[in-house]
């Protein structure tokens, strides 16, 4: 099925350990995102991209890295994990000529950091 | 700086009645677009209805609209008609244009809706 696509669902991780989330998509859009959902908080930035090679910081960037080499695949590591980096994690994609119809977000990744 | 601001934790409606979600933006660049999203207890985000800052018409798509007031720097979701299916999450975004944001959106904290029966 076409859309984006998160691996892995679930993950929990000890403090200090690093990790990828994987994020896909197959509809050749130019624009990703990374956001975390906390409770209250709702969803905060954390990297986006405008296309292949372009990547910048959101609100939330610290501790996180990413990088785009191709426009299907945009992957978000986790340095040194934190109990504070337990969060849901959403990846979303949109065509830089369909903003009007917003975001396609993935399932998300629910991390937990004990 | 960019800013979107939900005033609203939590709201309660009756089926079948209508309900206004509050949202208030800030943003210095004058080309923006304006979004609602829906998030059910399932955890998937829905994308409802976009509006464009230079849009004259309020958007509507089926029982949403958008009530605009860039005046006001609001964007407010109207819900005609609640079902039970309609308890949900409800965020607000906001992307500025290149000039400024870089096309990033922002979301706001959120507003849990309940329909009652």
């Known amino acids: 099925n076409a859309g984006v696509t998160q691996t892995p669902k679930f993950q929990v991780l000890k403090t200090g350990q690093s990790m990828t989330l994987q994020c896909a998509q197959d509809?050749?859009?130019?624009?990703m995102s990374w956001y975390r959902q906390d409770p209250g908080m709702g969803l905060r930035l954390i990297h986006y991209?405008?296309?292949?090679?372009?990547?910048d910081q959101g609100e939330v960037p610290n501790g996180y890295n990413v990088s785009r080499s191709t426009t299907e695949d945009f992957p978000l590591r986790l340095l040194s994990a934190a109990p504070s980096q337990t969060s849901v994690y959403f990846c979303a994609s949109s065509s830089g000529t369909g903003l009007k119809r917003g975001y396609t977000f993935g399932s998300g990744t629910r991390l937990t950091v004990v | 700086a960019q800013k979107i601001t939900q005033t609203q934790p939590g709201m309660f409606v009756q089926e079948k009645e209508a309900v206004t979600l509050d949202c208030t933006y800030d943003?210095?660049?004058?080309?923006?677009?304006l979004f609602w999203y829906k998030q059910p207890s399932s955890g998937e985000m829905i994308f409802l209805i976009y509006q464009g800052s230079y849009d004259q018409q309020n958007a509507t798509e089926g029982r949403y609209s958008l009530n605009f007031q860039k005046a006001r720097k609001s964007a407010n979701l109207v819900i005609s008609a609640s079902q039970l299916g309609d308890s949900a999450m409800y965020f607000c975004a906001m992307r500025e244009g290149p000039n400024t944001g870089g096309f990033k959106t922002i979301f706001g904290a959120g507003t849990r809706l309940f329909v009652k029966a």
């Open positions: 509809m050749n859009h130019e624009y």
């Open positions: 991209s405008v296309g292949a090679g372009i990547t």
């Open positions: 943003t210095s660049d004058p080309s923006y677009g």
